[in-house]
């Protein structure tokens, strides 16, 4: 048992666990709308697009966090922007923001000369870095995305049932839009440091992909997709000390696996359980399958999953 209690004897390694464990608690509330919504692309676009404010920062001197918030929120709000004034569909505002955002972040790390080590934390992230300041400033987002998800739940739900039905049942549609694209912003930013911004998009998703065939509710979605997030935070940070492999690759890694893992688990279950009886486990109350985005996703949750 030496492999799995040596890691936990060293303070950083607690920092990072603590950390990682927040960080998955924030993307396991927020991962489970991006997969309902179809928003994978959303969420991967705003990661590349806090280069240019994580590169700046480290040049002038600043806190890395605020320059990828600040770049962060610039590129939601772009978006937004482009959708709302221009002609382009929201794929394609996405796309041509993220393609220039990454590449004013390449841009500004080949120009400066002091990118040597930091290059590779901006992409991969230093979990292992987590102070006890990154923590109260993660337990402080985690504070502000439970508070959003909880006076936002009717209004995510009916909007992606149907924009009409939110409407007419006073919800505001729009704002719902844009608090769900806040957070996802926010959970970018918070996962920035434990998994850089290449890797964010897999703990976003893996965990609330792995807790989908499980659970019929959403809020039960969110509390196993956290779950699933920390024990990927474990896992990957005992992978990484006794393997010596980047700590954040291997939560990341660690994430898909689990994803992996769980499809194949329920439906070897599922043929199991179908063979006596002809027919197939769940029933009209399961969570819908990941739909891409731009397509058929108001249909993604039933009306009267609106009150849950």
Do not use: K
Not at 28 to 56: D, K, N, S
Not at 69 to 94: C, E, K, P, W
Not at 122 to 135: E, P, T
Not at 172 to 198: D, E, I, K, N
């Amino acid at each position: 048992m030496s492999w799995l209690l040596d890691p936990l004897r060293a303070d950083f390694v607690l920092r990072a666990l603590l950390g990682g464990a927040l960080v998955a608690v924030i993307c396991g509330i927020v991962g489970t709308w991006v997969v309902i919504r179809g928003m994978a692309f959303l969420g991967e676009a705003i990661g590349h697009g806090m280069l240019p404010g994580v590169a700046l920062a480290t040049v002038v001197g600043a806190p890395v966090l605020v320059g990828a918030a600040v770049s962060a929120a610039i590129m939601s709000g772009a978006i937004g922007l482009l959708q709302r004034r221009g002609r382009l569909s929201y794929d394609t505002s996405i796309g041509l923001l993220f393609v220039g955002m990454l590449s004013l972040g390449v841009i500004i790390v080949s120009h400066s000369r002091s990118f040597a080590t930091d290059a590779t934390a901006m992409l991969f992230g230093d979990v292992l870095a987590v102070d006890d300041g990154d923590i109260v400033v993660l337990a402080g987002a985690l504070v502000v995305t439970i508070a959003v998800a909880v006076s936002f739940h009717r209004a995510f739900v009916a909007t992606a049932f149907d924009r009409r039905i939110a409407r007419t049942l006073g919800l505001r549609p729009q704002a719902a839009h844009v608090a769900l694209v806040g957070l996802v912003t926010l959970a970018v930013v918070a996962s920035y440091q434990a998994v850089g911004s290449l890797l964010v998009v897999g703990l976003l998703l893996a965990p609330a992909v792995a807790a989908r065939p499980w659970t019929t509710r959403i809020a039960a979605t969110m509390a196993l997709a956290s779950a699933v997030g920390v024990l990927a935070v474990a896992t990957g940070l005992v992978v990484s000390w006794n393997a010596g492999t980047a700590a954040g690759a291997s939560i990341a890694c660690a994430a898909i696996l689990f994803a992996g893992l769980s499809g194949v688990l329920r439906g070897a279950l599922d043929s199991v359980r179908r063979r006596p009886h002809g027919t197939q486990l769940g029933g009209t109350d399961r969570l819908p399958a990941v739909e891409p985005a731009g397509t058929t996703h108001q249909r993604a949750v039933a009306p009267s999953a609106v009150s849950r």
